[in-house]
């Protein structure tokens, strides 16, 4: 049971470059998440997915877009990269459930991948 | 969306000390408050969460407390040990509904032998 994993670990990108950063999961979750985090600013969401073929915008969502084809598999793309997007970017799933008053939402990180864009 | 507002940026206490990191929220309507932990070059993890149902939650040496009233939730280590040398997050839910989360920027918690 691996959980989150992120491919790949590091990446330098020349501005203008594009990239593909994939996110995997097989807890069976249906939700998964892509986040950036610079320093002092905490965990900023920029997509997310709440299942198979569906996705939304986050807080952050311009210069980035994303594609949920398979369950387990949640892809952020950078088409035209620019030296702001240099961050970590964490993925995350999660299994939400809701009730009567209540509600439940742990989010499961992958590793991360820390990309530099010169 | 919910603003999520994070004190303090950084706290350094000495081993044994307790430490108390505090949030606020604006959204009246959220009803769930989980707290992660990122030990340096790792990736977050839940430590504990509360639901606006309760108002106080204890795990071992670490509890959460809620105030509805006043929008504000705080995480609160006893015995503080090195290996508490974290970044902490409070998070709340972003949207109306529950399957988004916003975090706080982050505390800084150094524990000195």
């Known amino acids: 049971n691996a959980g989150v994993t992120q491919t790949p670990k590091f990446r330098v990108l020349k501005t203008g470059q594009s990239m593909t950063l994939l996110c995997a999961q097989d807890m069976n979750h249906e939700y998964m998440y892509w986040y950036r985090q610079d320093p002092g600013m905490g965990l900023r969401l920029i997509h997310y997915s709440v299942g198979e073929g569906t996705t939304a915008k986050g807080e952050v969502p311009d210069g980035y877009n994303v594609s949920r084809l398979k369950k387990q598999n949640f892809l952020l793309g950078l088409e035209s990269a620019a030296p702001s997007q240099t961050s970590v970017y964490f993925c995350?799933?999660?299994?939400?459930?809701?009730?009567?008053?209540?509600?439940?939402?742990?989010?499961?990180f992958g590793p991360g991948t820390r990309l530099t864009v010169l | 969306g919910e603003n999520v507002e994070q004190h303090p940026s950084t706290l350094s206490v000495q081993e044994g000390d307790s430490a108390v990191i505090k949030c606020t929220y604006s959204d009246s309507a959220s009803n769930y408050f989980p707290w992660y932990k990122q030990e340096l070059g790792k990736r977050p993890q839940l430590i504990i969460d509360i639901r606006s149902n309760v108002g106080e939650k204890k795990d071992q040496r670490i509890a959460v407390t809620l105030n509805k009233t006043a929008k504000h939730f705080s995480l609160h280590i006893t015995e503080t040990q090195p290996e508490d040398s974290a970044v902490y997050f409070c998070?709340?839910?972003?949207?109306?509904?529950?399957?988004?989360?916003?975090f706080g920027k982050g505390t800084m918690l150094l524990v000195s032998p």
């Open positions: 995350a799933s999660s299994y939400v459930g809701a009730g009567l008053g209540w509600i439940y939402n742990e989010q499961f």
């Open positions: 998070a709340a839910p972003f949207l109306s509904g529950y399957s988004t989360l916003t």
